[in-house]
Nanobody, 116 residues
Framework: QVRLVESGGGLVQPGGSLRLSCRASGFTFSDHGMYWYRQAPRKERNWVASISVSGDSTDYADSVKGRFTISRDNNQNTVYLQMNSLKPTDTAVYYC?????????WGQGTQVTVAS
């Protein structure tokens, strides 16, 4: 079955960086676009970034554009989210997502906390 496992979250100071990873299994990773979402405390889940099957096309929410970079390694079945210049408002649980046959599949999430 589809399995998405995020890692790389943690506590970081404002202005710092983190790289999130999401290892996928149970489906043909290279055939599917991948997405990162996040959910801040007491808020809805919001889309953060997308990447095409080849990695040639990416898109970002305005709130992270210029600071976050999504990438993928189809040989490793892994998608990444490089997060730079982190702000306290980036504090959230970050989720890796894929879509197959009209359904969304979510990982368990990884907590990112930006605080001094």
């Amino acid at each position: 079955q589809v399995r998405l496992v995020e890692s790389g979250g943690g506590l970081v100071q404002p202005g710092g960086s983190l790289r999130l990873s999401c290892r996928a299994s149970g489906f043909t990773f290279s055939d599917h676009g991948m997405y990162w979402y996040r959910q801040a405390p007491r808020k809805e889940r919001n889309w953060v970034a997308s990447i095409s099957v080849s990695g040639d096309s990416t898109d970002y929410a305005d709130s992270v554009k210029g600071r976050f970079t999504i990438s993928r390694d189809n040989n490793q079945n892994t998608v990444y989210l490089q997060m730079n210049s982190l702000k306290p408002t980036d504090t959230a649980v970050y989720y890796c997502v894929t879509r197959r046959y009209g359904s969304n599949y979510w990982g368990q999430g990884t907590q990112v906390t930006v605080a001094s």
